[in-house]
């Protein structure tokens, strides 16, 4: 199983930016796994960003409600974040996780930078 992210870069504040994360070897199971996107900042704890369950149940950190969206797409096995309105605070490396049950597997991280 992998999970490749990608999507990141620098933006001005008030951007945007798509990330993208590609699972693979999961098969047709997939579409079970509740998939979310976390961030880290140097210095701060790991945040739990957006998730979004099988079902398509979907639940976002305060910090980001109403400027992040999280979707997916289970015929390609990729879950998407798209990021508005995006400011300096949301710099970060954001890491892509897919979870059932004893199951929890992490990509490697995007660097987003929100920057004038």
């Known amino acids: 199983v992998q999970l490749v992210e990608s ?3 620098l933006v001005q504040p008030g951007g945007s930016l ?4 590609a699972g693979s070897g999961f098969g047709f199971i997939y579409r079970l796994y509740t998939m979310a996107w976390y961030r880290q ?3 701060k704890e790991r945040e ?10 979907t639940d976002y950190a305060d910090s980001v409600k109403d400027r992040f969206t999280i979707s997916r797409d289970n015929a390609k096995n990729t879950v998407y974040l798209q990021m ?7 710099t ?10 004893g ?6 991280g995007t660097q987003v930078t929100v920057s004038s």
């Open 7 to 9: 999507g990141g870069g």
């Open 92 to 101: 970060a490396v954001y890491l892509c996780t897919a979870k059932l049950g």
């Open 103 to 108: 199951d929890d597997y992490w990509g490697q």
């Open 18 to 21: 798509r990330l993208s994360c």
């Open 41 to 43: 900042a140097p210095g």
């Open 84 to 90: 508005d309105s995006l400011k300096p605070e949301d």
């Open 48 to 57: 739990l960003v957006a998730e979004i369950t099988g079902g398509g149940t």
